[in-house]
């Protein structure tokens, strides 16, 4: 049977002076990583890295760029200060080809488009490379970001981009934190039987954990056990929300950045 796919990183959208100063806002929970600008010029990142080799990451767009080609972003037209997305990855001698046709091969409306080159430039000068495949709908329009993963495959070494083995002082978090624990999406009610035979087919046909509350599982790069690791899908007649859960040592609910609460578990 296939493995478990790997959670790779959550996505936090935010405006670029609140990048610009992100460590001021965040330091008394956590170490702030550099990230880079990346390759399409629209967009520059900064990064918590965690323990169990997942991360988030808080993307924003610079403010000098042409309106349109932010829109057309499928980032662009999303709410500043949220919790926008999040992605799966592969080891890099996995083949993503039959989660691809797994996928396809459902009786549903959604499938992955066929992964396309994407790159950062880290602030050393490093030159990272890796493959994005986004989730699609019948029309072959982009889905909604939020509803399934997106998949983010290396072309260079994934220690390069995340690099907690490396450099394993900037996952030592004043909060305690060590990893993700889970993901809650609220999701479209009309949407969760369909959203949940794609999650069937990315798991290699397994079942959910719980069939009841359609929880899948997932592994992390590093290998911790640390956390339930769990994704769960939830109905929802308000539009698509991602809840997270992180684990570490000190239970509670934290205020990230103004209308962004975590929870650590």
């Known amino acids: 049977m296939p493995r478990l796919p ?26 702030v990583a550099p990230g880079g600008n990346h390759a399409d010029g629209l967009t520059s ?12 990451e808080f993307i ?9 080609r932010r829109r057309k972003h499928r980032w662009g037209n999303l709410k500043e200060n949220t919790i ?8 890099p ?5 039959p989660i691809k046709q797994r996928v396809r091969d459902t009786k549903t409306r959604f499938s992955y488009e066929e992964p396309a080159p994407g790159g950062r430039k880290k602030n050393d000068g490093t030159i990272l490379e890796w493959t994005i495949s986004v989730p699609t709908d019948a029309l072959t329009n982009t889905l ?28 030592q978090h004043p909060s305690g934190v060590r990893g993700v ?12 039987s369909d959203l949940a035979e794609v999650y069937e087919a990315i798991h290699g046909r397994r079942e959910p954990v719980d069939l009841v509350n359609q929880v ?12 339930r690791h769990t994704i769960t899908l939830l109905g929802s007649a308000e539009g698509t929300n991602i809840t997270l859960t992180l684990s570490g040592t000190s239970p509670g609910r934290i205020e990230l950045l103004p209308g962004i609460a975590i929870y650590i578990e």
């Open 216 to 227: 899948w599982p997932y592994e992390v790069p590093a290998g911790s056990t640390a956390g």
């Open 60 to 68: 924003a767009f610079f403010d000098d760029i042409d309106p349109d």
């Open 181 to 192: 624990s889970s993901l809650s999406l609220s999701v479209p009610m009309r949407e969760i």
């Open 144 to 171: 909604p970001p939020g509803r399934l993963p997106f998949w983010c495959l290396d072309k260079t070494p994934r220690e390069l981009r995340v690099p907690y083995t490396v450099e394993p002082e900037l996952t």
């Open 45 to 56: 990142n900064k990064l918590v890295l965690l323990e169990d080799g997942v991360y988030i």
């Open 6 to 31: 790997a959670l790779d990183h959550i996505v936090i959208l935010v405006s670029h002076d609140t990048l610009m100063g992100l460590s001021d806002h965040i330091q008394h929970l956590f170490i």
């Open 93 to 97: 001698d996995d083949d993503f080809g």
């Open 84 to 91: 926008i997305d999040w992605a799966f990855t592969l080891p």
